[in-house]
């Protein structure tokens, strides 16, 4: 079949997904003014702190710009020195200048920039002239990465290297090697997007001289995450590891998730394409025209199942409350979506395509709240006032001030500064844990949200 002739339903199914994306992206950029919400908020603040301490070492801490300068830190420091192993920071590096426009311009210019990113991207590949490019669109409302499309994850980041990589491979081998490469090293979770090839003709005629390209970046991926990762975790001084980067035995994590019934059956009717998706995914091949060949749908189903229980054995329970490392399997599965609404029955594919147009409507107007916005900006403001109010602490100095015990640094996000000490002489808290502020510290400074104070005893924990 000619399987990108623009035939009058291939128009329309092209109108409703650039709608559905374009509100979706202007969504997105709305919500980068607002504050961090979820899903895995923490996550988000993690990478944040990542991007924002490479900031501060270069501009507060006098770190020289040498080898050691490029490893991983984190805002949550401690009195240690922060340095812990984690994914290769290739994201956090790249978003770091932007923390020198101060806390609330650096988280939101990193939003924005990252949407626009992202979406740019997507809206790139759609227009290949191939069997899923179009399809590429539903990205951001399907599938894993609907909730998380929009989110400032290493995730994220390596889906779209890889995904564009992929589509490059085949006219612009360097380029597309090179994103492939940073893509697993941002995340080597990300290589189930690999299984996308499958869906280009090129890659399906010339499958080994593609397999031995894809041997350069996995060797990378795993030399790092293997020696890389020790190397890193020889350079932590006083920080307790926050990231689990270690492999798991495949064996037990495979079983550990196919006797987690809940967990399955929550994947197959409400993440794997959206809530009760599975519904609509049956009506399309049910209706699908004779055109489409069986061993399409077979080699979907095989790359799927393949995509999860390899994740699966990657990660085991861990899965379980971090599904976002399937997100690389989305492209595969929008793909197919794709493939079925170009040829399907024209009612089945009219359906479909009401049903997901709804549903990308319901995810845009989640948290678009011009109070969420207000309060955002008034609570960066409320840190912003009281380091303008004291000039005595040390802020913009490199120092570690005490903080409430979080695992993730949303004081320090706040403040621009890093935090967690048990030992400094000043710190920030939240007021409405005042009880969490050490024995022999004194408030000196507070708004609606934070107070400052300072100890006795620079010493003593």
């Not at 990252?114 to 590949?125: P, R």
């Not at 889906?159 to 990589?165: D, K, N, S, T, V």
């Not at 190397?231 to 035995?249: M, P, S």
Request: aromatic content about 18%.
């Amino acid at each position: 079949m000619n399987t990108l002739r623009k035939t009058p339903l291939f128009r329309i199914i092209f109108i409703c997904l650039s709608c559905s994306f374009v509100i979706r992206f202007l969504a997105s950029i709305f919500r980068s003014f607002r504050e961090i919400v979820e899903p895995h908020s923490w996550r988000q603040m993690d990478t944040l702190g990542v991007s924002f301490r490479y900031w501060l070492r270069y501009k507060h801490e006098n770190e020289p710009l040498g080898l050691a300068f490029f490893y991983p830190g984190v805002l949550q420091s401690g009195d240690g020195n922060g340095i812990l192993p984690m994914e290769f920071p290739v994201l956090n590096l790249l978003f770091s200048p932007l923390w020198a426009f101060g806390p609330y311009w650096g988280k939101v210019l990193t939003y924005l920039t990252f949407s626009v990113f992202v979406f740019y991207m997507i809206w790139q590949v759609s227009k290949k002239n191939s069997l899923v490019g179009a399809g590429m669109l539903l990205i951001p409302t399907l599938s894993y990465s609907a909730d998380y499309i929009e989110k400032f994850l290493p995730d994220t980041f390596a889906m779209i290297l890889l995904l564009f990589g992929c589509f490059q491979l085949n006219k612009k081998r360097l380029l597309g090697l090179t994103l492939v490469t940073f893509g697993l090293l941002a995340k080597p979770t990300a290589i189930v997007g690999l299984s996308i090839l499958f869906f280009f003709s090129g890659f399906r005629k010339r499958i080994l001289e593609f397999i031995s390209y894809l041997v350069f970046p996995i060797m990378i991926t795993i030399l790092f995450y293997t020696y890389g990762i020790s190397w890193i975790r020889q350079k932590t001084i006083g920080t307790t590891n926050l990231f689990a980067v270690e492999f798991r035995d495949p064996i037990r994590s495979f079983t550990e998730i196919l006797f987690d019934h809940d967990f399955l059956l929550n994947q197959f009717f409400h993440r794997f394409i959206m809530a009760f998706g599975v519904l609509i995914l049956a009506l399309l091949i049910t209706q699908k025209k004779k055109i489409l060949k069986f061993k399409t749908l077979a080699l979907f189903i095989f790359l799927t199942l393949l995509s999860f229980w390899s994740i699966a054995a990657l990660d085991g329970k861990h899965l379980t409350q971090h599904d976002y490392y399937l997100m690389s399997a989305s492209p595969l599965i929008c793909g197919f979506i794709y493939i079925l609404l170009r040829n399907s029955r024209r009612w089945a594919s009219l359906f479909a395509l009401t049903i997901i147009s709804i549903h990308s409507f319901e995810l845009s107007i989640q948290n678009l709240s011009l109070s969420s916005v207000r309060q955002f900006w008034e609570r960066t403001q409320e840190c912003r006032t009281l380091i303008q109010r004291n000039p005595e602490f040390p802020f913009r100095s490199g120092y570690v001030f005490r903080s409430n015990a979080e695992p993730f640094p949303s004081l320090g996000l706040c403040f621009g500064e890093r935090e967690g000490s048990l030992r400094a002489h000043f710190g920030f808290f939240y007021k409405s844990r005042l009880k969490e502020i050490p024995f022999g510290c004194s408030v000196v400074d507070q708004t609606k949200s934070y107070v400052l104070a300072k100890c006795e005893n620079e010493n003593e924990p």
